[in-house]
């Protein structure tokens, strides 16, 4: 198994640009994430998924959008980016409710706004 | 509001000493506790967890001891490798919530 895999690994953007950073895991998980690390902080939650088609807010949904046509993949989508969303992103998958089942973290995509 | 945090940001230890990282949480109702690590330019990994029916959790080479009476987790590395240099993150959930909440991360330094 791949785990969780996560693309692009680094992007620049212009201020006002769109874009979609893919993931997708191959472990037939039913739950998705999508942080944002901030340099020296922790993760905080954008958005999170339980299965296809079901999608919630996390901690800091603004300036996002999310999908999950499939069980494999989760793709977050900026769509005006800002300099604020420059950052580090996760995508993650745990098979169930994160009280019961470990979390399994993508590589990460580095996102620059200038 | 509710949040997790952690005492020092930066913590040293001399190799083969032990380490321990703390953590605070002020949420109650959280019931179920994890320590990552994380490496530099790669995710967060899972460690180890306990639940808030437990004080003390071992594994191989880490335990987590939990004080629900004052709101505390720890993590305790024996015998500190060159590869336990990491960022070291707890987190936080409560019962069946759908989601953690992370807090802002020890980063562990080993002497030579």
């Known amino acids: 198994n791949a785990g969780v895999t996560q693309t692009p690994k680094f992007r620049i953007l212009k201020i006002g640009q769109s874009m979609t950073l893919q993931c997708t895991q191959d472990?037939?998980?039913?739950?998705m994430y999508w942080y944002r690390q901030d340099p020296g902080m922790g993760l905080k939650l954008i958005y999170y998924?339980?299965?296809?088609?079901?999608?919630d807010k996390g901690e800091v949904p603004n300036g996002y959008n999310v999908s999950r046509s499939t069980t494999e993949d989760f793709p977050l989508r900026l769509l005006s980016a800002a300099p604020s969303q420059t950052s580090v992103y996760f995508c993650?998958?745990?098979?169930?409710?994160?009280?019961?089942?470990?979390?399994?973290f993508g590589p990460g995509t580095r996102l620059m706004v200038t | 509001g509710e949040s997790v945090g952690l005492h020092l940001p930066t913590l040293s230890v001399q190799e083969g000493d032990n380490s321990i990282i703390n953590c605070a949480y002020s949420n109650s109702a959280s019931d179920y506790f994890i320590w990552y690590k994380q490496e530099s330019g790669k995710g967060p990994q899972f460690i180890i967890d306990i639940r808030s029916n437990m004080d003390k959790r071992q594994g191989q080479r880490v335990t987590v001891l939990l004080n629900k009476t004052v709101k505390h987790l720890s993590l305790q590395i024996a015998a500190t490798q060159p590869g336990d240099s990491a960022v070291y993150f707890c987190a936080e959930s409560s019962n069946r919530d759908d989601k953690i909440i992370f807090g802002k991360g020890t980063r562990l330094h080993i002497l030579p």
């Open positions: 993650a998958s745990s098979y169930s409710w994160t009280g019961a089942y470990e979390q399994y």
């Open positions: 998924s339980v299965g296809a088609g079901i999608t």
């Open positions: 472990m037939n998980h039913n739950y």
